[in-house]
């Protein structure tokens, strides 16, 4: 990806959550990545590995007990970290969108899409509105100053020109949601924009969802998981829909999931979280082709393919956060754990290209026949 389109760079961003007994927890522990214009990039792994929580600190929507105690997130090379909230609600909703994890629950039950999408527009377009209508105003203004001296018949035409500009000014979110739903493709938007949540399907309303995130034309969008909770037909609907809609307003896109299909079928970039950390990066070939961290085979075994005899589950489960300690995240579940993966914490090490991994198990393999390179890396890292 090209440097200059770079929107999004974080930099070993950390965060923690003060939970009950006065315990804290690291859900997003040291990660770095980038995201630029027309890049879909996804973050996948089980519940609990930290990818929505590394989400909401982008877009700085922490719980209370939540805080950012560490890196950097650059977005179009402006620091959000520590930003005035006044600045940052400028960012947060306008450049940098959020389909959040649960959209059917996102709408209030009593109004209509119309007056949730116009309540959007009021939001976040008040000025850009107000300004359009003062425009279709002064047209007004203009067009009746000439009608007095103009004929009868050309009197009758500006009067018809001035009735619809008074309709274009009264109507003009209306039309502007109506714009937005056919681009998300409901069917019949007009009946639609009139209904309550409760009268559309859910992949109807996760378009609407997605038709309220696209009001302010964001550069970045962040879908936290989807699909979740759609039939397989809605969810590639949705997934073709989201990369339409990125190849017209070329956006950025975050996708969150733990859905390797969407993965397969969205991104360009892939990175595998374990217990709050980046485990392996890629390219979605090479994480699909040739995945170097245990846990992103694992996690490929784990997911239906055509060819696929019998799926593997991977036993046990994810360590609890607050129970981390030295040594690989994912030692206890791991079938290939050595002696050091429960003495070291991993570090991140190159593979080729933005090829990325932090298994002990492909270290050791690659420099089998080279201990003093294998030596020299794990002092570089500070490992004796
Ligand atoms: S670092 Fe060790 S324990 Fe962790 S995944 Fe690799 S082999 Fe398994």
């Given at each position: 990806?090209?440097?200059?389109?770079?929107?999004?760079?974080?930099?070993?961003?950390?965060?923690?959550?003060?939970?009950?007994?006065?315990?804290?927890?690291?859900?997003?522990?040291?990660?770095?990545?980038?995201?630029?214009?027309?890049?879909?990039?996804?973050?996948?792994?089980?519940?609990?590995?930290?990818?929505?929580?590394?989400?909401?600190?982008?877009?700085?929507?922490?719980?209370?007990?939540?805080?950012?105690?560490?890196?950097?997130?650059?977005?179009?090379?402006?620091?959000?970290?520590?930003?005035?909230?006044?600045?940052?609600?400028?960012?947060?909703?306008?450049?940098?969108?959020?389909?959040?994890?649960?959209?059917?629950?996102?709408?209030?039950?009593?109004?209509?899409?119309?007056?949730?999408?116009?309540?959007?527009?009021?939001?976040?377009?008040?000025?850009?509105?107000?300004?359009?209508?003062?425009?279709?105003?002064?047209?007004?203004?203009?067009?009746?100053?000439?009608?007095?001296?103009?004929?009868?018949?050309?009197?009758?035409?500006?009067?018809?020109?001035?009735?619809?500009?008074?309709?274009?000014?009264?109507?003009?979110?209306?039309?502007?949601?109506?714009?937005?739903?056919?681009?998300?493709?409901?069917?019949?938007?007009?009946?639609?924009?009139?209904?309550?949540?409760?009268?559309?399907?859910?992949?109807?309303?996760?378009?609407?969802?997605?038709?309220?995130?696209?009001?302010?034309?964001?550069?970045?969008?962040?879908?936290?998981?989807?699909?979740?909770?759609?039939?397989?037909?809605?969810?590639?609907?949705?997934?073709?829909?989201?990369?339409?809609?990125?190849?017209?307003?070329?956006?950025?896109?975050?996708?969150?999931?733990?859905?390797?299909?969407?993965?397969?079928?969205?991104?360009?970039?892939?990175?595998?979280?374990?217990?709050?950390?980046?485990?392996?990066?890629?390219?979605?070939?090479?994480?699909?082709?040739?995945?170097?961290?245990?846990?992103?085979?694992?996690?490929?075994?784990?997911?239906?393919?055509?060819?696929?005899?019998?799926?593997?589950?991977?036993?046990?489960?994810?360590?609890?956060?607050?129970?981390?300690?030295?040594?690989?995240?994912?030692?206890?579940?791991?079938?290939?754990?050595?002696?050091?993966?429960?003495?070291?914490?991993?570090?991140?090490?190159?593979?080729?290209?933005?090829?990325?991994?932090?298994?002990?198990?492909?270290?050791?393999?690659k420099y089998?026949n080279n201990h003093d390179e294998l030596k020299k890396i794990?002092?570089?890292?500070?490992?004796?």
């Amino acid at each position: 990806m090209n440097k200059n389109n770079i929107l999004l760079e974080v930099k070993n961003l950390t965060a923690s959550f003060e939970i009950p007994d006065k315990k804290t927890i690291i859900p997003v522990n040291n990660i770095s990545f980038t995201i630029s214009k027309n890049e879909t990039v996804g973050f996948v792994g089980e519940s609990g590995s930290g990818k929505s929580s590394l989400a909401y600190c982008i877009t700085q929507l922490l719980a209370k007990n939540a805080k950012i105690i560490g890196g950097s997130i650059k977005f179009d090379n402006q620091e959000l970290i520590n930003l005035k909230l006044s600045e940052l609600q400028k960012i947060r909703g306008a450049k940098i969108a959020i389909i959040p994890q649960n959209p059917m629950s996102s709408f209030d039950p009593i109004y209509t899409i119309e007056k949730q999408m116009n309540e959007m527009f009021m939001n976040h377009l008040k000025t850009k509105i107000d300004s359009k209508k003062s425009e279709l105003f002064q047209k007004i203004k203009e067009l009746e100053k000439t009608k007095e001296i103009k004929s009868l018949d050309e009197q009758k035409k500006i009067s018809l020109e001035i009735l619809a500009l008074k309709k274009e000014a009264k109507n003009y979110t209306y039309n502007q949601s109506i714009q937005l739903l056919k681009l998300v493709g409901i069917n019949d938007a007009e009946k639609r924009i009139k209904q309550y949540p409760s009268e559309l399907s859910g992949g109807m309303l996760q378009r609407v969802m997605i038709a309220m995130n696209l009001i302010c034309e964001p550069s970045l969008l962040i879908a936290d998981e989807p699909t979740t909770a759609l039939d397989v037909t809605v969810q590639m609907q949705i997934i073709t829909l989201l990369k339409t809609l990125q190849s017209k307003m070329h956006m950025g896109i975050m996708i969150i999931t733990h859905d390797l299909g969407i993965i397969a079928n969205m991104c360009d970039t892939v990175h595998v979280m374990y217990a709050g950390s980046i485990v392996e990066s890629g390219s979605t070939e090479d994480i699909f082709q040739n995945p170097k961290h245990e846990y992103t085979k694992k996690l490929m075994l784990s997911t239906p393919k055509f060819d696929t005899e019998k799926l593997e589950s991977i036993s046990g489960y994810p360590p609890a956060l607050s129970q981390l300690n030295i040594g690989c995240a994912f030692a206890e579940r791991c079938e290939k754990c050595m002696e050091i993966c429960l003495k070291q914490t991993p570090f991140i090490f190159q593979i080729e290209n933005n090829h990325y991994s932090t298994c002990f198990k492909y270290l050791y393999e690659k420099y089998k026949n080279n201990h003093d390179e294998l030596k020299k890396i794990l002092n570089l890292n500070g490992i004796k």
